[in-house]
């Protein structure tokens, strides 16, 4: 949820830690944070985001080969400069960033005040940086020790770096359920949630596992050891990662970028995997597990947010292809509902960032009730990629834009590929359909160019229902979920209200909000139960509700009922849902550019929810 950056080597950290607090703002932006050794510990805050950081400190001579900075999403306490990162001790002699959320963080504060500590902060993170300053007092033990003492009374989830003013040549890191990555440079360590701040600097890393902590002195190797004291050799990994991924490219926003790589994401995604010529599909990466797919009872989704609409896609493919069936579940509701889990299911766990922290647990209950647990993640290295027994990666590249565009067609694209594959092992389709099948999932991306090309349509649309309140999003079989993904896109980034439905459930209660006021879209292409749709199109018109409504090219049934028509190419059922998330996207997307919304990093949300 938040960023945290750090820096030790011989070089000036400022430029270092503002950058990569730049890279890392995808995570937080309600205030930002700097702490750097300058003739003593010098920290400085703000409210708001990086660049008011920036615009505070300019001028100011800040020399230091040293610091740490943080950018924040707020849990405890209101986003101000009091409450933002970092935070120092008492004697202001140590300070500390922190991603994650100390659950037992009053227990603490009540015995530290006791002990004559004061608190400035609501934060959770001034009661740990107090901690650690009181157990080095009164245990008389160095800074590393005194920091892994400390974490081994918190409970909870952290990320941290400390500095210390008496300590100008060490920086200590460790984390536990919140992610963190070590850049190893020529005598001289980056610290960081992801690797993207790192990625300019060096291509060799170490991912911290769960529970380590990490000594990093200047010109020195790095030490790793668990915060239960047990030494580790560090694993140095070299990093994957193209710094123009990270880069806006010419477009305005990240966002509209993300959605523009998407046949290149795609194809990235099916790359090794699909040979449609030699009828080949395979993921390397669950292999050693397709027989135990094929047995499953059930295969249980579990995932958060936009994933879970890629999950929900998902049941539709693997039931309809492979005739498995699944469920799918929201992780938070799943870790916290005594679900009936046994060694016979197989739990597929679906995130972008593979962070989110409900979907950890999720996979922590699921494993410990013995079920088989994959993993459809985007970042490598993550920690569920890192917690699952196996699985795959989508190859979109780093999603930087909030909301999340191109990994949700990566994600349904692999689960396409696993139950295409699946439906060959278990010979649950024809071999000629099966073929076809193949061949029409090759030439997605090309359609998926030629459906990017509507934007005067889409701008027209957003221009006309800019400054609505409301917008329903309804559709049938394979684009339900497509409905409630473009709802959701529509809410997180324009602040508009809208609900996503199966279309033939607006009789049920939602048909009352119809009026000449209200737009409805809906997705509904020439395939599956075409005309069912077609019949709730009409029951919206006769109560003269705008609609706008996404089609097969050349539909002129659809186009002669409703008010908007957006074009998608040709293609099976079940394929539709990555065509016809395109112009969702990007009517979201038009819409709050529009409203002047910050499209990017959108009010209140983060990219990366690391707590629950
Ligand atoms: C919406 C969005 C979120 C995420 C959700 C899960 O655009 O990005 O709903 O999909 O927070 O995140 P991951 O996929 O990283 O587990």
Redesign the pocket.
């Known amino acids: 949820m938040c960023g945290i950056v750090a820096y030790i080597g011989d070089k000036e950290a400022k430029p270092i830690l503002i950058k990569g607090l730049h890279r890392l703002e995808y995570r937080g932006y309600d205030s930002a944070g700097i702490a750097l050794i300058n003739g003593g510990l010098k920290i400085y805050k703000t409210k708001g985001k990086v660049s008011d950081l920036e615009a505070k400190i300019e001028g100011l001579k800040l020399d230091s080969t040293i610091g740490v900075a943080h950018t924040r999403w707020a849990t405890h306490g209101e986003p101000n400069s009091i409450n933002a990162h970092p935070h120092h001790s008492n004697s202001q002699k140590l300070a500390v960033i922190h991603n994650g959320i100390i659950e037992n963080y009053d227990v603490l504060k009540k015995a530290l005040i006791e002990r004559g500590y004061q608190f400035y902060s609501e934060t959770d993170t001034e009661v740990l940086v107090n901690l650690i300053e009181d157990i080095q007092k009164n245990e008389q033990v160095v800074l590393d020790e005194a920091v892994r003492i400390a974490l081994n009374q918190v409970t909870g989830a952290y990320a941290i770096a400390v500095l210390s003013e008496e300590n100008p040549n060490k920086l200590i890191v460790a984390r536990k359920g919140s992610p963190m990555v070590i850049g190893i440079g020529d005598g001289e360590f980056y610290v960081a949630s992801d690797a993207t701040p790192i990625v300019e600097y060096t291509k060799s890393v170490v991912y911290l596992a769960e529970e380590d902590m990490a000594i990093l002195e200047r010109g020195k190797e790095i030490k790793l050891k668990t915060i239960k004291n047990k030494e580790k050799t560090p694993y140095i990994e070299a990093l994957e990662m193209d710094l123009t991924a990270l880069e806006k490219d010419g477009y305005d926003h990240f966002m509209l970028k993300e959605i523009f790589e998407q046949p290149r994401s795609i194809r990235d995604s099916m790359r090794g995997r699909l040979n449609a010529d030699k009828g080949i599909v395979s993921l390397g990466g669950i292999a050693d597990y397709e027989q135990k797919l094929v047995n499953a009872k059930r295969i249980i989704i579990i995932?958060?947010?936009?994933?879970w609409h890629a999950g929900l896609v998902g049941e539709y493919l693997l039931e309809d292809l492979a005739r498995i069936p699944v469920e799918v579940e929201y992780a938070s509701e799943f870790r916290y509902r005594n679900p009936i889990i046994t060694e016979n299911d197989v739990v597929i766990a679906?995130?972008?960032?593979?962070?989110?922290a409900d979907?950890l647990a999720a996979i922590a209950l699921a494993k410990e009730k013995g079920a088989t647990i994959l993993g459809i993640c985007n970042v490598v290295g993550s920690s569920i990629a890192r917690s699952t027994d196996a699985g795959s990666y989508t190859h979109a590249g780093p999603e930087i834009g909030?909301?999340?565009t191109k990994?949700f067609t990566a994600q349904v694209t692999l689960l396409t590929l696993m139950a295409l594959r699946l439906a060959q092992i278990k010979g649950t389709i024809p071999a000629s359909r099966w073929m076809q099948l193949l061949h029409e999932l090759e030439s997605i991306p090309s359609k998926i160019e030629k459906t990017l090309q509507s934007a005067d349509v889409i701008k027209e649309i957003a221009w006309q229902f800019k400054d609505v309140s409301n917008f329903l999003y309804l559709g049938r079989g394979y684009n339900f979920p497509v409905a409630l993904e473009g709802a959701?896109?529509l809410k997180?980034i324009s602040y508009i209200h809208a609900e996503g439905y199966p279309a033939a459930e607006m009789k049920h209660g939602p048909i009352a909000l119809i009026d000449n006021n209200m737009p409805v879209v809906f997705i509904a292409p020439n395939v599956g139960i075409y005309d069912k749709v077609v019949s709730n199109i009409q029951e919206v018109k006769a109560r003269n509700g705008k609609v706008i409504a996404i089609v097969t090219e050349g539909d002129e049934v659809v186009r002669s009922m409703v008010d908007f028509v957006i074009e998608i190419p040709v293609t099976e059922e079940l394929f539709t849902p990555l065509l016809a998330t395109i112009p969702l996207q990007k009517l979201a997307y038009h819409m709050a550019v529009m409203r002047g919304c910050n499209v990017d990093q959108p009010r209140n949300l983060a990219k990366?929810?690391t707590v629950e």
């Open positions: 995932a958060c947010g936009t994933s679906i995130s972008q960032s593979g962070e989110t979907t909030v909301a999340s990994a959701l896109k997180e990366s929810v």
